[in-house]
């Protein structure tokens, strides 16, 4: 009986003791941490996130790059979208006043960077403690198209994306090159048959599905979840560029073929007109640049640009198109301004707006806006004598970006459907007679404008 007692008053007090335990951590955990600060609870709120596979990925990769002088710049679309929202606030924060990941814990796969890569001076040290850290890392290559044009060069390969993967999460770092209209272009990501599909979901990254051509963007360095970056400093432009920086490479092993075929006019009057044309061309892009007004190479010096990577000496003027939408009332003087008097003006701003300016040597700039249609777009003519009106029909087109006279303009990216359109399946043989009227395969009849608008819709000068 003494026996059972002494087990009973042992287990009761087992029993108390671990009540009483349990009701000292229930008290410590939501009591007096919530009134000093000082529990588990409030411990990990007061860095909130940071304990993320994609901060801690981040963290490591600034580290590694930092460690190299590397001038990597933040340009994943996802984490710049919540800067720019948060903008004066990520300006204003310092590195000790972060108690939150904001940004760098969004959930997401990658995390984007890019370089330019001529300022990286030691790759293989930089991969070497990259993986040191961690990283498994994979380099893509392919060829390097600003060499296509010499047959000695072409074929030789260059970096142009690096996928760097710490366990659940991965870096993307985009390398942009130097082109010569002083911007950055970028290649497309295509995987060679040796790389692992299943390396990393590819299908999600922002960029390499296609060639991206950017502005080149002024950087400063801020401070985000504790991690000092540099980021682009008009975080809004380079977002908006994205969507709109696929590039379209020159066709130099067709061009060549061409030139081949039917030699190319180095004639002193036909290399005077190019040299004229170009100049004339750079100083619309300009001008139209400082207008906000977007532009495409049309007509013939579209034509020559698809066809032979180079202006057409006989076509004798340079041929641009502009969305209707996108017309400025001060278009004309922004031109005069720039030393190019206004030829001729056709039509009006609701219908067949067409502009002529005369550059010097004799070379006209001539400006086609584009109507938009439920299928199909058009841009207009008018003959002046008569009054009589033509309409140019056109697939639905978008642009792209290219290389042509030293500089990143607009192309239409569906080109061979715009080129045929205005000059039919046979645009490769050379057609030194040209009616505007007559022989353009999308050409029809629109009507002819009443004798009362003439003044308005036929001004010569």
Not at 404 to 411: L, N, S
Request: aromatic residues 14%.
């Amino acid at each position: 009986m003494s026996r059972i007692s002494k087990n009973v008053i042992l287990a009761v007090l087992t029993l108390t003791s671990s009540a009483f335990l349990l009701f000292q951590l229930y008290y410590y955990k939501h009591y007096l941490s919530a009134k000093n600060g000082t529990g588990l609870s409030k411990s990990k709120g007061n860095r909130v996130g940071f304990d993320s596979m994609q901060w801690r990925a981040v963290k490591k990769f600034i580290m590694v790059t930092s460690s190299q002088n590397v001038p990597v710049f933040l340009t994943d679309p996802l984490i710049l979208g919540l800067v720019s929202k948060n903008f004066e606030q990520v300006k204003n924060t310092s590195h000790v006043s972060t108690s939150e990941c904001q940004f760098f814990c969004v959930p997401r796969d990658f995390t984007a960077f890019a370089l330019q890569y001529h300022l990286w001076k030691n790759e293989e040290g930089w991969f070497r403690i990259a993986e040191n850290m961690g990283f498994q890392c994979l380099k893509i290559e392919n060829k390097d198209p600003r060499l296509d044009g010499i047959d000695s060069l072409s074929g030789t390969e260059i970096p142009l994306h690096y996928i760097c993967k710490l366990a659940t999460h991965a870096i993307h770092l985009v390398v942009f090159h130097e082109r010569s209209g002083n911007y950055l272009w970028h290649g497309r990501l295509r995987l060679k048959g040796h790389i692992d599909r299943k390396f990393v979901p590819f299908r999600k990254l922002q960029f390499g599905r296609y060639p991206g051509a950017f502005d080149r963007p002024e950087l400063q360095q801020v401070t985000i979840d504790g991690l000092e970056v540099l980021i682009p400093k008009d975080p809004g432009h380079f977002l908006e560029e994205i969507p709109h920086s696929r590039f379209i490479e020159c066709r130099y092993k067709e061009a060549r073929a061409f030139l081949q075929q039917y030699l190319d006019d180095n004639t002193v009057e036909a290399m005077a007109f190019r040299k004229s044309a170009k100049e004339l061309l750079q100083l619309a892009a300009k001008t139209l640049k400082k207008l906000g007004i977007r532009f495409w190479l049309s007509s013939g010096t579209c034509l020559g640009w698809y066809r032979q990577c180079s202006i057409i000496p006989y076509s004798k003027d340079v041929d641009l198109g502009i969305f209707i939408q996108d017309y400025k009332s001060d278009i004309i003087l922004a031109f005069q301004d720039a030393g190019l008097p206004l030829k001729h003006k056709f039509g009006k701003v609701e219908d067949s707006l067409e502009l002529s300016f005369q550059g010097k040597d004799d070379v006209k700039l001539d400006i086609f806006f584009f109507y938009e249609e439920t299928d199909h777009m058009w841009n207009g003519g008018t003959q002046a004598k008569t009054g009589k009106k033509f309409k140019y029909l056109f697939p639905k087109f978008t642009l792209c970006w290219t290389e042509f006279a030293d500089m990143k303009v607009h192309v239409p990216c569906e080109t061979i459907e715009y080129i045929e359109a205005n000059y039919g399946k046979t645009w490769k043989i050379p057609v030194k007679t040209w009616d505007w009227k007559s022989s353009p395969p999308n050409v029809q009849p629109n009507g002819i404008w009443p004798i009362s608008e003439w003044d308005e819709v036929i001004q010569l000068y």
